[in-house]
């Protein structure tokens, strides 16, 4: 039976023969666009849809809004929704938008960045678009914080709430914020929150 792809509910996951990897992944990745795919720790691949106009728009809001301050704060790098990063826990996740220290991404040689590099981001947001499911979200972000990430903001336009993941605590969520702070590795960035909820 031939299935077509307009027919899945995605996201859909798919257990392959052998784990791919993260070389198999890029290549599978890049032939298969615009899908965003993604392999969690147990090497199955989660192939999400492309984000809708209006999530899109967000997510690029957000992104717009730290790339900007990391730009001028010089501490550190931002990278975007299709940057790749392998986990500790062999997973290979993108996040909506990233920050990582120089000091941290400066550790790899040149051929270590190309690719998935094998670095966490201190800090991730995602955004999540109507074709999203909550709970994958939050999983997701339990992920990027149980593999290294020091901070990370889960923002949700359909809730209007903002969700705060840290080591060791439990989601601090901020219900309609009209801004949010940085703190840690990212104090001083501030993203107002008027241009994401409208």
């Known amino acids: 039976m031939n299935l077509a792809v307009d027919e899945l509910v995605l996201p859909v996951r798919i257990r392959t023969a052998a784990v791919l990897t993260d070389e198999q992944l890029e290549r599978f990745s890049h032939d298969n666009s615009p899908f965003r795919i993604e392999r969690d720790a147990n090497g ?3 192939v999400m849809s492309p984000t809708g106009s209006e999530g ?3 997510e690029s809001d957000v ?3 730290l790339a900007i301050w990391a730009r001028h704060d010089g501490r550190g790098r931002y990278f975007g929704p299709t940057g790749g990063f392998t986990l500790p826990d062999t997973s290979v996740r993108a996040a909506d938008a990233a920050w990582m220290s120089l000091d941290r991404w400066n550790s ?3 051929s270590q960045r190309k690719g998935f590099a094998k670095l966490v981001p201190e800090f991730v947001i995602e955004v999540r678009s109507d074709s999203d499911g909550l709970k994958a979200l939050q999983d997701k972000m339990q992920t990027w914080i149980a593999n290294g990430a020091d901070l990370g903001w ?3 336009p359909q809730r209007r709430v903002v969700e705060i993941y840290r080591p060791g605590e439990s989601p601090e969520e901020r219900f309609d914020p009209s801004s949010v702070q940085g703190e840690g590795p990212v104090r001083g960035f501030e993203l107002v929150m008027q241009r994401i909820w409208d």
């Open 44 to 46: 199955e691949l989660v």
């Open 56 to 58: 899109s728009a967000q």
């Open 63 to 65: 992104g717009v809004e």
């Open 108 to 110: 790899l040689s040149r």
């Open 154 to 156: 889960l923002i949700d």
